[in-house]
């Protein structure tokens, strides 16, 4: 995209840009509600991090969607093919299972512990299901503490099935909550002409910028003190306001 | 085969309900000449310990609308299919294992593929059928009813993994002409339970057992899926010792040789 946007592609990026607002309001209270689970769950079944996939994509392809432990930034949004390892068999067989000696993986996991740096040891793995349905796998590793890791128990497995049951009504609800999101980027996508096309390059060159991350976190930070209430919205904008005319001002 | 010839005609053992008690010969077998299918998710075929001892393997493709099997060496997708035909290689070391892949080529793994697998099976005419699988899908109960009939029908023993979640999975509910197993702790494979009047009647070893893995290896796994293929393999067993056993006799044969156990 060459230069400044015109007006006709900003209005579509405001349009965006509020579908999205109105979908992360509604989805934020599932992807809490769910980090918080994985979080209780995985100190209950006294495992070091807990995860949960979803299918993404037609290739039904998993997708690391929530997670908590050491190295859940780095494993959200990994992705599995299609079948494979074990969260592709506990996904397309419905089958919970438990491996210990995982780390000596040859498939899926090795590749994802080179990706993130962890190493996983035993995993316990179930399916989320909801109306028959496997909609997706919520997966622990480890144990606290240092390996050899004692193998999950029996009752740890039907303890993570009955945790399954809650994540997988979460997981159904906040997709049912993502619909809008989904919703505006069909839009972008089915849109033609060539407006659309300089919204997604718009996009694209935000996620492209070494600075967005720091961008979205600086967002989420806005986000956060902006619910806060109207007193406390006035004056997050007062002392960012404040920080960018002193910055304008040639203030050091 | 007579039920009678599981239970030794001599006298004695009234309390485990078959006189004399039961006849242990059975279980210095191998399985020789009995056919296991393990429809699952492909065999490693140059594992050490599986090399030369899966007669078949055939994988599921999608054809159009249709799903054929061809002749397969891909191997294993998940290391699932692995770990079950270890564990049956445990206990029946000369059963003739086929592998019928249904899981993890491209684009396969529903449950039409599934039942597409046990068809195959079935039309094969393998005496023991392996299904560490389970749908949960409503649609899927009727025609795995059907299919369940045809297997019983053509005297195939139709072995299935239990589930642990709140959802019924099939076929492992339908009780009448199949056998489904869930997992227990015992390590010996001879030490299964029989829970009459249950809707999983079966518990065997399903929990940390030690078997083959994809890569030429070895896990340790717990689950409903690997208490499964003890039954199959227990049943080699027994086949190879009562070849013309049909699947009624080998359910009552399980539950007559739990239950003398249980009363020792």
């Known amino acids: ?252 | 085969m007579e039920i009678a010839n599981v239970a030794k005609t001599a006298e004695g053992a009234p309390e485990t309900g078959v006189p004399g008690g039961i006849d242990e010969s059975w279980k210095e077998c191998t399985g020789r000449g009995v056919s296991i299918a393990i429809v699952d998710s492909g065999i490693e075929l140059t594992h050490t310990d599986l090399r030369g001892k899966i007669r078949s393997s055939s994988e599921a493709v999608k054809e159009g609308k249709r799903i054929i099997f061809r002749e397969s060496e891909s191997g294993d997708a998940a290391g699932h299919g692995t770990a079950c035909a270890g564990v049956v290689m445990g206990i029946a070391p000369d059963a003739e294992i086929h592998s019928i892949k249904v899981l993890g080529s491209a684009g396969i793994g529903d449950g039409d593929s599934f039942l597409a697998g046990l068809e195959f099976a079935i039309n094969r005419g393998h005496r023991i059928i392996n299904l560490s699988l389970g749908t949960t899908k409503a649609q899927y109960a009727a025609p795995l009813r059907d299919l369940l009939d045809r297997a019983y029908l053509a005297g195939c023993i139709v072995v299935s993994a239990a589930n642990n979640l709140p959802q019924p999975s099939f076929p492992s509910v339908f009780s009448s002409s199949l056998i489904a197993v869930s997992k227990d702790v015992e390590k010996d494979p001879f030490e299964f339970g029989f829970r009459f009047g249950e809707v999983i009647e079966m518990t065997a070893p399903g929990v940390n057992v030690r078997t083959t893995w994809t890569g030429n290896s070895y896990k340790t796994v717990t689950g409903n899926s690997f208490a499964c293929p003890h039954i199959s393999a227990v049943l080699a067993l027994l086949l190879e010792k009562y070849p013309e056993m049909t699947p009624f006799q080998a359910k009552s044969a399980l539950f007559t040789i739990a239950k003398s156990r249980s009363a020792e």
């Open chain 1, 1 to 252: 995209m060459g230069g400044e946007p015109t007006d006709k592609v900003l209005e579509a990026i405001r349009k965006v840009v509020e579908t999205v607002e109105v979908a992360e309001v509604l989805t934020t209270p599932f992807n809490e509600s769910i980090e918080n689970l994985l979080d209780l769950s995985s100190k209950s079944i006294k495992a070091e991090g807990a995860s949960v996939l979803i299918p993404e994509g037609e290739e039904g392809d998993l997708v690391f969607k929530w997670a908590c432990g050491s190295v859940s930034d780095s494993l959200i949004g990994v992705k599995i093919p299609s079948g494979k390892g074990i969260a592709g068999f506990v996904y397309t067989t419905g089958q919970p299972m438990a491996v210990s000696d995982a780390e000596r993986e040859t498939n899926f996991y090795s590749e994802v512990d080179r990706n993130t740096g962890f190493s996983t040891h035993t995993i316990l793995a179930t399916p989320l299901q909801f109306d028959g349905d496997v909609i997706g796998v919520l997966e622990y590793v480890n144990r606290d503490g240092d390996p050899p890791f004692e193998p999950f128990t029996p009752e740890e497995m039907d303890l993570a099935a009955l945790y399954a049951d809650a994540v997988a009504s979460l997981v159904r609800a906040y997709k049912s909550a993502d619909v809008l999101g989904e919703f505006s980027r069909r839009i972008l996508e089915s849109a033609d002409g060539e407006g659309s096309q300089d919204v997604e390059a718009f996009f694209a060159g935000l996620e492209a910028s070494a600075e967005h991350k720091d961008r979205i976190r600086l967002a989420e930070l806005v986000r956060r003190a902006s619910s806060l209430g109207e007193k406390e919205r006035a004056l997050c904008e007062e002392i960012l306001g404040s920080f960018v005319r002193y910055r304008d001002g040639g203030g050091a």
